[in-house]
């Protein structure tokens, strides 16, 4: 693993299960600038967790649901089925 990789791991498991940061604010956090995050480095981000557009909590990426809004967490999705 590399090292990027290794700042990238922990800046998903800062951002999982939290609303308070952006992913650019937790790069600064972790010492990177998101501008320097290459196409590869967002696809692994991505893998990892996802911010839900419904509640706009960083979410782990297998709770990912499609809706017209963007991806939503399965929170969010039981909320809006039941509508």
């Not at 010492?31 to 979410?59: K, R, S």
């Amino acid at each position: 693993m590399t090292v990027i990789n290794e700042k990238l791991d922990e800046i998903c498991g800062s951002l999982q299960g939290t609303c308070l940061n952006s992913l650019e604010q937790e790069c600064e956090n972790h010492g990177i600038d998101i501008d320097d995050l290459t196409y590869d480095d967002h696809l692994y981000i991505d893998e990892q967790i996802f911010n839900c557009t419904g509640c706009g909590w960083w979410c782990e990426s297998s709770e990912a649901n499609e809706s017209d809004d963007g991806d939503i967490c399965d929170d969010c999705n039981r909320e809006r089925e039941e509508e």
